[in-house]
């Protein structure tokens, strides 16, 4: 169970968790399609109905692929969880597995439910996880192997979550509370032993529940992980900031603590992917001012802040086509969509949309938020956009995205429906395009040069990564997975052997 040790092998050939077979979300192959339309059928491999809603990413080894819903049947509140093991050549169902949990979750939530964990793969085994409080080993056949079950923190809300399982020399990573009840409402990396389900170490720090955590190489040439502390509703865990972890006992290499260093601020949150290359870490900084911190890697060590809305370059469509505001100042731009206006004493507010950032070709990416109003008398901006701070220049650019294909700056309702026809969602968020609430969209991957976000009417942008200027030619593909308004997706894709996999609440598809 070294996959990660081999991935620059493995790289074309498998997606074993939902951070691809490097951990980075990022990988190299043949060349998937830029785009595709489930409503046209155009470039779709194979389509097939899924049980019930869900929302885990897809792991792909060899000719299966696993992921997860709800049990059939189920609605509005659920901790009943299936892991399917599927065909990757024609997408029929092989089997399923139960698993499930201890605290309902509302389905289809649009801050991630009991579904949300993606499944992890090493070809022999697969482990199935519950966001309700519990997961599993089962052979690549279907027979089980453990389970283990715990109880996930549960106030206020116990499913704003999005940290991604991972699989590193025998050891599956999670997050889960203490043992015993010990740190009422703390969240912590878990190390368990992939082959019995035995706990064998806990980090050091605490990780915010939010916090999406990135396995790569450490200082010391070793496996270690970057995790974060902070976010909204008042999460417990301290001290607020990152920790770069060694993989083989949870250790710290180092900490940086939220204003050591930069800019003093109280609202510093890890509700982001966390980053981190051979020379950088990176984070996201929201008050008093918005912006993006680059850290030694080596040392934890604060370089740079760079601000997200002084100096930056804003691409909006207007009447049919784009308007270039140059070298402006967001907060004094009176400009946004109509459907979310500025009122007097409100200030455009910069809110990179949680768990859509990605690091690529030398720019840090991630997708923003609209009219989300509880930012202190501003509102989120610039709406609908793709963003990207240039790593080593700090040069900030924004592009306008549509919502939706062909739908520009206005709001855009969805069902959710299942395949049955079922409306299983519990709650009415659920039922918008994800922006204005900031909901928890899928975190992007990369193939290639190419970056593929996805929101929550299942609508996926193909981004040039490597685009000079972030305009118009860098959009490739805007795809949809099925008519618009019709479909509802929060995961991740995958991609193996030049084949992307993605889902809605109804089905699995494969695109080609």
């Known amino acids: 169970m070294r996959w990660l040790l081999a991935a620059v092998v493995a790289v074309a050939q498998n997606w074993p968790q939902a ?42 080894w060899g000719g299966r692929l696993y992921l997860t819903t709800f049990a059939e049947g189920e609605k509005t509140f659920s901790s009943k969880v299936v892991g399917h093991a599927v065909d990757a050549k024609t ?41 309700s409080g519990a997961m599993g080993c089962w052979t690549a056949d279907g027979k089980l192997v453990w389970k283990r079950s715990y109880r996930p923190w549960g ?40 082959a019995t389900g035995k706990t064998k170490w806990i980090a050091e720090d605490a990780t915010t529940t ?9 200082p010391d040439g070793k496996w270690a992980v970057l995790h974060g502390r902070g976010g909204w509703h008042d999460v417990p865990e301290t001290p607020v900031g990152l ?10 290499h180092w900490r940086f603590v939220a204003g050591d260093g930069v800019t003093q601020a109280p609202d510093w949150q890890a509700l982001y992917v966390m980053h981190f290359d051979e020379r950088y870490a990176y984070w996201f900084g929201f008050v008093p001012e918005e912006r993006h911190l680059v850290l030694d890697v080596k040392t934890g060590k604060p370089l740079r802040e760079q601000s ?20 402006v100042n967001l907060r004094e731009l009176r400009t946004m969509p109509t459907a979310y206006p500025l009122a007097a004493g409100e200030v455009m507010r910069v809110l990179p949309s949680w768990h859509t950032n990605i ?39 924004y592009l306008e995205l549509p919502v939706a294909p062909g739908v520009y700056g206005r709001p855009v309702k969805t069902r959710t429906l299942n395949a049955a026809g079922v409306d299983v969602a519990a709650e009415e968020r659920s039922r918008t395009d994800g922006y204005e609430i900031a909901a928890f969209f899928g975190t992007p991957i990369a193939v290639n040069k190419r970056l593929y976000f996805t929101n929550m009417l299942g609508v996926t942008y193909v981004i040039d990564s490597t685009a000079k200027v972030l305009d118009a030619s860098a959009i490739l593909g805007v795809n949809d997975l099925g008519p618009t308004g019709e479909t509802w997706s929060l995961n991740s894709m995958a991609y193996a052997n030049g084949v992307l996999y993605h889902r809605s609440a109804r089905e699995l598809v494969a695109i080609r």
């Open 243 to 252: 920790s770069l972890a060694r993989a083989r006992d949870g250790k710290n």
């Open 359 to 397: 690091v690529a070709s030398g720019y840090h990416y991630f997708l923003t938020t609209a009219g989300h109003r509880r930012l202190r008398k501003g509102r989120a901006g610039p709406a609908y956009c793709v963003g990207r701070v240039a790593i080593e220049t700090g040069k900030v650019e």
């Open 155 to 194: 106030k206020p809300f116990p499913f704003n979550k999005q940290h991604e399982p991972m699989l590193i020399d025998g050891t599956i990573l999670n997050v889960e509370p203490l043992d015993g009840g010990a740190k009422p409402g703390w969240n912590y990396l878990r190390a368990i032993d992939a």
């Open 19 to 60: 951070a691809g077979p490097n951990g980075t979300w990022a990988v190299q192959g043949p060349a998937p399609v830029d785009r595709w339309s489930v409503a046209a059928h155009q470039n779709i491999m194979w389509k097939t109905p899924l049980p019930n809603g869900g929302q885990s990413g897809i792991a792909v």
């Open 210 to 218: 939010y916090n999406t955590a990135r396995a790569g190489r450490g």
């Open 91 to 131: 997408g029929r169902i092989l089997w399923s597995v139960p698993l499930d949990g201890v605290e309902p979750s509302p389905m289809l939530y649009a801050f991630s439910d009991s579904t949300t964990p993606s499944p992890v793969t090493d070809g022999k085994r697969v482990w199935f996880f519950n966001a």
């Open 308 to 327: 997200l809305i002084r100096g930056v370059d804003y691409r909006r469509w207007e009447d049919g086509a784009y308007k270039l505001y140059a070298n």
